[in-house]
């Protein structure tokens, strides 16, 4: 069983920083992708950032030039890097894996940025 842990949220206040990160149980070799999603309140889970096993990112257009997705194979990690933080980017941050056969999502870290 695949089990995602993200870790990184916080209460951060507008223009600031974090980083998220997402620890896989196994190989992170084993997924095709990793990705970002993130829930706001009364909202519908939207993409972030996706990042495949040969190092290819893409972002949505609300987080480009923000954040940056990255991956550590050797540490079984997937991070991203949020820059430039608005009050708009408040939500439910979550990892997900992509496998041939099937998708895996953690439980996700709440982020709020204060304006």
């Known amino acids: 069983q695949v089990q995602l842990v993200e870790s990184g949220g916080g209460l951060v206040q507008s223009g600031g920083s974090l980083r998220l990160s997402c620890a896989t149980s196994g190989s992170i070799t084993n997924f095709y992708a990793m990705a970002w999603w993130r829930q706001a309140p009364g909202k519908q889970r939207e993409f972030i950032a996706v990042?495949?096993?040969?190092?290819?990112?893409t972002y949505a257009d609300s987080v480009k030039g923000r954040f940056a997705i990255s991956r550590d194979n050797a540490k079984n990690m997937v991070y991203l890097q949020m820059n430039s933080l608005k009050p708009e980017d408040t939500g439910v941050y979550y990892c997900?894996?992509?496998?041939?056969?099937?998708?895996?999502w953690g439980q996700g870290t709440q982020v709020t940025v204060s304006s």
């Open positions: 990042i495949t096993d040969g190092g290819n990112t």
């Open positions: 997900k894996a992509l496998q041939t056969s099937g998708t895996y």
